[in-house]
C-alpha cells in the first residue's frame, strides 16, 4: 500500500457533490468486485465522522494493484465530473486510519423477524422484545448505491477509525473498507 489515485469532485450546478460522490462509488464498488482482489483499499480526506465525506476519495494499494483497476474503465460516465490524479506514491511520514462499514438496525420488523427464526419465539414475543422504538439511527457519513442483488438501494454508513502511527495490513472487501487494516491518513 504505497500508491494512491485521488478523484476530486468538479463542482457542478446541476449535481450535488453528495450524488456524485454516490455515482462514483458505485461504480467503483463494481470493479472492486469484479477484481476480487482485496488489496485495494478507499479514504475520503475530507471526511472525519462527519455527515458527509466531502468531495475527494483516494484508492489506495501498490501501483500494480492500482493499475489493475483503472484497466477495467470502471468510471466511464462519471469522469466530466471528477478530476483524476494519476498513480503518485504516498508521501512519507503520513498517518493510518481504517475505514470500516457500519450497518444500523433500523427495521425492527426484519429484526423480530431474525427473531422468531433464530429462537423460535411467535411475533407477539418478538414484538415485546423488540419494539419499535428500538430503531437505529446513525448519524455517519455514507454514501447511497443500488444492490446488485436485491435492486434496492440502501445506505452504506462509514466509521472512521482513529489515526495511527503505524499502518496494518489486511484484506479490504468490495467496498475497499477493512475492520482490520489501515490505509494511508494524509
Known sequence: MDHYIEFHLLPDPEFAPTQLMNVLFGKLHLALAELGS?????????????????????????????????QINWNTGIRDHVAQTPIAPIPANVGHRSLHRVQAKSNPDRLRR??????????????????????????????????????????????????????????????????????PWF
Open 38 to 70: 482485496g488489496d485495494v483499499g478507499v479514504s475520503f480526506p475530507d471526511g472525519d465522522n462527519a455527515r458527509t465525506l466531502g468531495a475527494r476519495l483516494r484508492l489506495h494499494g501498490t501501483a500494480a494493484a492500482l493499475d489493475r483497476v483503472m
Open 114 to 183: 431474525r427473531m422468531m427464526k433464530r429462537h423460535g419465539v411467535d411475533a407477539e414475543a418478538a414484538a415485546q422484545q423488540i419494539p419499535d422504538s428500538a430503531t437505529e439511527t446513525l448519524k455517519l457519513p455514507y454514501v447511497q448505491i443500488k444492490s446488485l442483488s436485491s435492486g434496492k438501494h440502501f445506505r452504506l454508513f462509514f466509521h472512521f477509525g482513529p489515526v495511527e502511527v503505524m499502518a496494518r495490513s489486511g484484506v479490504f472487501n468490495a467496498y475497499g473498507l477493512s475492520r482490520e487494516a489501515t490505509v
